[in-house]
């Protein structure tokens, strides 16, 4: 069993209404720059729900694969690119968007 300390001060109660909405306290908006129409992405983590604004995970998963050397994108690019080359493709509709098997 994982135990966690909170300090009270960093804990909120609020209530789940019939129609499933929560009142983040003002506080806590203010925290994280919640603002009327502002997108969160929402989590599930064991009994925990993580929220966080969709700019702030964008962010956070910069940060996470910063060190990757390289763009993925490019990447993929670059692979369908060969993809295309080998099978001798030379314009007009791409046998396999015509259904072909090659």
Do not use: K, Q
């Not at 925290?31 to 969709?54: C, W």
Request: with cysteine; proline share 4%; aromatic share 4%.
């Amino acid at each position: 069993m994982e135990w966690h300390i909170y300090c009270m001060s960093d804990t909120y109660d609020t209530t789940v209404t019939r129609e499933g909405r929560v009142l983040i306290p003002a506080e806590v908006r203010r925290a994280i720059g919640l603002a009327p129409g502002v997108r969160v992405s929402l989590r599930v983590d064991g009994e925990r729900i993580v929220l966080m604004t969709v700019d702030g995970a964008r962010r956070r998963l910069r940060e996470m694969f910063s060190g990757v050397p390289g763009s993925l994108s490019e990447e993929l690019i670059a692979e369908r690119r060969d993809e295309v080359r080998r099978d001798g493709w030379t314009g007009g509709e791409h046998p396999r968007a015509a259904g072909g098997n090659e």
